[in-house]
């Protein structure tokens, strides 16, 4: 008997590195989706139907049609997000619990880590209006340790989690194309250098990080407007 088709997942998105995230795993994965674009720079964050889904008001989320019992899931959270498309696809999450562990500590890592220190670091060094010496090299710093940390793993293992590519090499990988924003010099770092290069020659990977969005390319960062929403956010 053949295998109903999937409908395709709603891919909540914007070209950032969280959004390159699931855009890789679907393109991996093979699975259909639709991008529903989330323009930050217009506030389409605060919108009630995406905080019905993400009330973190942050992407990239899924709504998936096909969820647990043939249910549409809506997933926030870009690592929940890799996990659940491991869990449903069975490819690039391990079932074996110990290697299921790895794969859950260098992602945790990621997110943890890598992600939200690099992203500030881009705030200090391009975005802030002025700018703070300590506070620059507090998250520069904190990126080249972050790298250190990556390069001793990758100087051992050819992936993050370690013989095999997985969810958390798809987390890494944008935040780690960004190196330049980050004050980071990839020379310092052979084999996160070999990793990254590897993992930029994957087609599914050059799909995912070259999706792009139209109204993306038009979002001018200097207008107080796009920096209050993206910078000055209180509660709602």
């Not at 909540?12 to 093979?30: A, F, R, V």
């Not at 924003?181 to 052979?190: M, S």
Request: with cysteine; net charge positive.
């Amino acid at each position: 008997m053949a295998q109903a088709q999937l409908r395709p997942i709603a891919l909540y998105y914007w070209p950032t590195p969280n959004g390159w995230k699931i855009s890789i795993m679907l393109e991996e994965c093979g699975l259909p989706y639709v991008v529903r674009p989330v323009n930050i720079g217009q506030g389409d964050q605060f919108k009630p139907e995406f905080l019905a889904i993400s009330p973190n008001n942050r992407m990239p989320a899924i709504v998936d049609p096909d969820g647990p019992g043939g249910k549409p899931i809506s997933v926030f959270e870009s690592g929940a997000i890799l996990q659940y498309l491991g869990r449903k696809t069975g490819k690039f999450y391990p079932a074996d619990e110990r290697a299921r562990v790895a794969v859950d500590e260098w992602l945790f890592w990621q997110v943890g880590n890598l992600g939200p220190m690099a992203g500030q670091a881009h705030h200090f060094r391009i975005y802030a209006p002025e700018k703070i010496p300590y506070a620059v090299d507090r998250y520069t710093n904190e990126c080249n340790r972050l790298y250190g940390v990556m390069n001793k793993r990758l100087a051992a293992h050819p992936y993050l989690a370690g013989a095999e590519y997985t969810i958390a090499d798809m987390a890494a990988v944008g935040w780690t194309t960004r190196w330049e924003r980050q004050g980071q010099d990839p020379g310092q770092f052979p084999h996160v250098k070999r990793w990254l290069e590897t993992l930029q020659a994957r087609p599914a990977v050059q799909r995912g990080l070259a999706l792009a969005v139209d109204d993306a390319k038009k979002v001018d960062m200097k207008d107080p407007k796009v920096w209050n929403l993206l910078f000055n956010q209180r509660a709602r």
